[in-house]
């Protein structure tokens, strides 16, 4: 398993895992398989993130048009493991499947969600101080979602002073303390910085083939570049961030010294260099 050096803010021995898509902008002259408005093409990258590593550990690539909450179906959900949702997948038939895998999930809740309570849990002084503002155990009331889910759930309020807002959690692991559910939840944003770095360091906003199969090798090719350097970086201890050890490689295509002799022995101002010096082969 790959982990980094902050491994995880938490102290959690659970896999953690966040569950979200983004949607990349393509031309609906060049690619009418992706039509997702009547102007407009697209694809979705639907990612579960390892989040003791800001590791892909799963994606799927769908026309931009499927609803996020079908991506679901694709998920090997993993026992023990801890898997957080935007409130846009909040669909019990299909978080019951995660908790009949022995996983746990955490999602914000909906405001009109019919509930009843089985009992209010005790808040302790530190959680309180920190936003906490209400923790409970629930069950559904409307027949349609408690034929969906027919088990108990927890339910934690918490007050973000930052940004002064109240947020509603579910969750299905009735143990752990009411502020780790928050703290989970609020390290689900690290999947939106994973998509903001790989859309701008990774050749995906431009595409070489015009077909549905072009469009995902392509892909598949930028994530695949991006674990193995990773992992590099990982194993040989590297200093450099993973866009200036794909700087080094993409000059370095063709040079036959060992990967940690190119990439140890390299600064940073020497990597400016190599860049600024590199020519283009489109320049006349």
């Known amino acids: 398993l790959y982990k980094t050096e902050n491994d995880f803010e938490l102290d959690i021995p659970n896999p953690v895992f966040a569950f979200d898509s983004s949607t990349i902008d393509l031309c609906l002259n060049?690619?009418?398989w992706a039509t997702f408005r009547k102007t407009k093409a697209a694809i979705k990258l639907h990612t579960l993130l390892d989040l003791r590593g800001n590791i892909p550990v799963f994606i799927h690539i769908t026309e931009a048009k499927v609803h996020d909450v079908n991506a679901l179906d694709e998920i090997p959900f993993e026992s023990d493991g801890v898997y957080i949702f935007d409130k846009g997948y909040l669909h019990f038939k299909r978080l019951y499947r995660i908790h009949l895998a022995k996983a746990f999930f955490v999602i914000r809740a909906k405001v009109n969600l019919n509930y009843d309570v089985i009992t209010q849990k005790t808040i302790s002084a530190k959680d309180r101080r920190n936003g906490v503002q209400n923790?409970?155990?629930i069950r559904l009331k409307s027949a349609a979602s408690l034929k969906d889910y027919s088990e108990?759930?927890?339910?934690v309020t918490y007050l973000d002073r930052e940004k002064n807002?109240?947020?509603i959690y579910l969750t299905n692991n009735l143990?752990?303390?009411s502020l780790e559910v928050a703290m989970l939840y609020k390290s689900r944003w690290k999947i939106e910085l994973f998509f903001k770095w790989i859309k701008q360091h990774l050749r995906i906003k431009s595409f070489w083939g015009q077909s549905q199969n072009a469009v995902k090798c392509q892909i598949w090719i930028a994530v695949t570049?991006?674990?193995m350097v990773a992992i590099w970086k990982k194993k040989l201890g590297l200093k450099q961030s993973i866009y200036e050890m794909l700087q080094v490689l993409s000059i370095s295509a063709f040079d036959k010294t060992p990967m940690n002799q190119l990439l140890s022995n390299i600064d940073d101002s020497e990597t400016n260099s190599l860049i600024s010096n590199q020519l283009s082969i489109f320049d006349l």
């Open 225 to 227: 570049t991006y674990l």
């Open 152 to 155: 108990p759930l927890r339910m």
């Open 165 to 167: 807002r109240i947020f």
């Open 30 to 32: 060049l690619f009418q």
């Open 135 to 137: 923790n409970k155990i």
């Open 175 to 177: 143990k752990i303390n």
